[in-house]
């Protein structure tokens, strides 16, 4: 027993020479097996102990439970932490379960008290079956291999398990064989609790009629898909990092081409982790939810929203799904500025800054933006010739001019076209997310629409061999807000 414990210690690295460990002992016969076999070994591997319990006051026995570990501990020579904490009250003032509310008060206290005592390991009594129940649990809820490899040896560095391949008989054994008491928690045989009914039915049904030594197989097989799952991680991280996003990132933007290039176990496993970012405590993300993003992503039309637990909200724009929490929307801000010609104007809503100047038709700039080689001017302008710059003809202008953002029955006559179009039907065209479109700085005189910054200009302020003065705009776009505007039409 010594030995094969030792072995797991040494083969986890779980407690080095000079450390201090937190024995976290319940009065149960696991955690009191655990505190006298590290008291044994204390001596040979050079660590130091600190006995805690928490008492829960959930059973009538827990006073006598907390007298139980304190004799233990006083017969070692061992220190002792202890805490009372009211389960119950603390259970409805949270709204979680009885279950969910001790466990979490469990390691606060277990993590306070190994600060205080500066010990660097928390020890935890879990053996051979309790992995074996976690795998079952986890399998029966429909878990991956998230949920498959069970309980980890060593948790968060600091966090370890040294009984987990230990039996359950061979505690009981080694207890008897000790002489060790110990006390009895009536309701691990309750049968409302699925882990009792995996424990006294499930399990022993199993190892009879199936396999015997189904434990040691359930644990060995966390035991592999624990390693697998550590390399998925570490692949997510890498992925996620390659794309430049951080944890620290409230809302995430992917490119669906890029997600759709991995192979589609990564995939699932990159949308899951992003996903868990938005829960206090990683939970709460199932298959459905995964699936759900992914079938948006992949599949349907180019733009969707999909409103998930959690207030998080995932959206299709085209080539890019967006991950974030759900806004109150109310309606959009809109936005309407006065140009002054010269003069510059900052639009925050449309995180861009623009520059309004009068300059000659002959100007070198025109030419080079407007003219083809021998002087004849370009049927229509790209934004990709002279970025962040646009050239209209100043003569043809119906002042007063404005910039603002779109309105519901905005047209405009884009270049190169004989009649009108929606300017919704533009953004559409130029695959404009919805979010961005009442963003965009759109210059407008008493005739209409005559720019839609960086994408489209109207034909009625197009540049021809007539012109003899032109309103340039110099444009840019702030770096706050990346708002996507692909090559179009100037």
Request: glycine letters at 4%; hydrophobic letters at 40%; a neutral charge.
């Given at each position: 027993m010594l030995g094969k414990v030792k072995k797991t210690i040494e083969k986890y690295q779980m407690i080095r020479s000079g450390e201090g460990v937190l024995v976290a002992v319940s009065g149960g016969p696991d955690s009191v097996a655990l505190l006298a076999i590290l008291h044994k070994l204390a001596p040979e591997l050079g660590f130091r102990l600190v006995v805690a319990h928490l008492n829960h006051g959930l059973r009538p026995e827990a006073d006598e439970e907390e007298h139980l570990v304190r004799e233990l501990s006083l017969s070692m020579g061992l220190p002792m932490e202890s805490a009372r904490a009211d389960i119950l009250d603390l259970t409805r003032s949270l709204g979680k379960s009885v279950e969910d509310t001790a466990r979490g008060i469990r390691y606060s206290f277990l993590d306070e008290a190994a600060s205080r005592v500066h010990a660097d390991r928390i020890a935890l009594g879990h053996h051979l079956h309790d992995q074996a129940e976690t795998v079952l649990m986890n399998l029966l809820r429909g878990s991956g291999p998230e949920g498959?490899?069970?309980?980890?040896?060593?948790?968060?560095?600091?966090?370890?398990?040294?009984?987990?391949?230990?039996?359950?008989?061979?505690?009981?054994?080694?207890?008897?064989?000790?002489?060790?008491?110990?006390?009895?928690?009536?309701?691990?045989?309750?049968?409302?609790?699925?882990?009792?009914?995996?424990?006294?039915?499930?399990?022993?049904?199993?190892?009879?009629?199936?396999?015997?030594?189904?434990?040691?197989?359930?644990?060995?097989?966390?035991?592999?898909?624990?390693?697998?799952?550590?390399?998925?991680?570490?692949?997510?991280?890498?992925?996620?990092?390659?794309?430049?996003?951080?944890?620290?990132?409230?809302?995430?933007?992917?490119?669906?081409?890029?997600?759709?290039?991995?192979?589609?176990?990564?995939?699932?496993?990159?949308?899951?982790?992003?996903?868990?970012?938005?829960?206090?405590?990683?939970?709460?993300?199932?298959?459905?939810?995964i699936q759900a993003v992914l079938d948006l992503a992949f599949m349907g039309k180019p733009s969707g929203r999909l409103y998930l637990p959690l207030a998080v909200e995932a959206k299709r724009d085209y080539g890019r799904l967006i991950l974030g929490r759900r806004k109150n929307n109310g309606s959009s801000v809109n936005y309407c500025y006065p140009v002054a010609v010269p003069g510059r104007i900052h639009v925050p809503e449309g995180q861009m800054v623009l520059e309004f100047s009068?300059?000659?038709?002959?100007?070198?700039?025109?030419?080079?933006?407007?003219?083809?080689?021998?002087?004849?001017?370009?049927?229509?302008?790209?934004?990709?010739?002279?970025?962040?710059?646009?050239?209209?003809?100043?003569?043809?202008?119906?002042?007063?001019?404005?910039?603002?953002?779109?309105?519901?029955?905005?047209r405009m006559q884009p270049l190169g076209m004989e009649g009108t179009k929606k300017v919704k039907a533009v953004f559409i065209d130029r695959k404009v997310s919805r979010d961005d479109r009442c963003r965009i700085p759109l210059l407008a005189d008493a005739g209409g629409i005559l720019w839609i910054a960086g994408l489209c200009l109207s034909e009625a302020v197009r540049i021809t061999a007539g012109t003899r003065q032109v309103l340039k705009v110099i444009y840019d776009q702030g770096k706050e807000k990346s708002i996507e505007i692909r090559e179009g039409l100037l």
């Open positions: 498959l490899k069970g309980m980890q040896p060593v948790r968060d560095r600091r966090y370890i398990r040294p009984l987990l391949y230990t039996s359950s008989s061979e505690i009981r054994a080694f207890l008897a064989d000790e002489g060790l008491s110990y006390a009895l928690d009536r309701s691990n045989e309750d049968p409302k609790y699925m882990r009792n009914r995996i424990r006294h039915e499930l399990l022993p049904m199993l190892d009879r009629q199936y396999k015997t030594g189904i434990a040691m197989i359930l644990a060995r097989t966390a035991e592999v898909t624990g390693r697998e799952d550590d390399f998925m991680q570490d692949q997510v991280r890498l992925v996620l990092a390659d794309w430049n996003i951080s944890e620290s990132t409230p809302n995430v933007c992917l490119e669906i081409a890029k997600l759709r290039a991995l192979h589609e176990a990564l995939a699932r496993r990159i949308v899951k982790t992003l996903l868990e970012r938005f829960s206090p405590e990683e939970k709460g993300v199932f298959h459905s939810h009068i300059i000659d038709a002959d100007h070198p700039e025109v030419i080079e933006l407007t003219r083809e080689k021998g002087g004849a001017v370009r049927a229509c302008t790209l934004e990709v010739q002279k970025a962040g710059q646009v050239c209209l003809d100043y003569e043809r202008l119906a002042f007063p001019l404005t910039i603002r953002n779109i309105q519901p029955g905005d």
